[in-house]
């Protein structure tokens, strides 16, 4: 069971200098500096339920919606989208976790609906 208030996951940049902040209830992902200066905040409707958060090696953002059934891709500063990767229609019910695996070239999801992954080729 997913249970998140107010922080549900956090994630570091690459460079250590950024820390991202998926809000389940607010809807909203927030990018903070290190020592805790708001620096932006995204939000957006595929945005529900923001729950399972990673970094990539190169800076992007990753962030599942759990109520919206999606993850998307956001810019290292935390202000706009730069794609949906997969949403329902790919299959994802009630993501909760992401991950990228620079070894595979794959973005892996766990569902939380039925404690299952699926895996995403990207290029």
Request: charge should be neutral; glycine fraction near 8%.
């Amino acid at each position: 069971m997913l249970l998140c208030f107010a922080v549900c996951k956090c994630a570091v940049s690459p460079t250590g200098d950024r820390l991202y902040i998926s809000s389940f209830y607010q809807h909203k992902l927030l990018t903070l500096a290190r020592d805790g200066t708001l620096l932006a905040t995204y939000t957006d409707p595929a945005l529900r339920g923001g729950s399972g958060l990673h970094v990539t090696p190169a800076g992007q953002v990753l962030v599942c919606g759990y109520w919206s059934d999606t993850v998307l891709q956001v810019d290292w500063k935390g202000k706009s989208k730069l794609a949906t990767l997969a949403m329902e229609r790919d299959g994802l019910w009630y993501p909760d976790a992401v991950c990228y695996s620079s070894t595979t070239s794959s973005i892996i999801v766990r569902l939380l609906s039925d404690n299952n992954i699926l895996v995403f080729r990207v290029e």
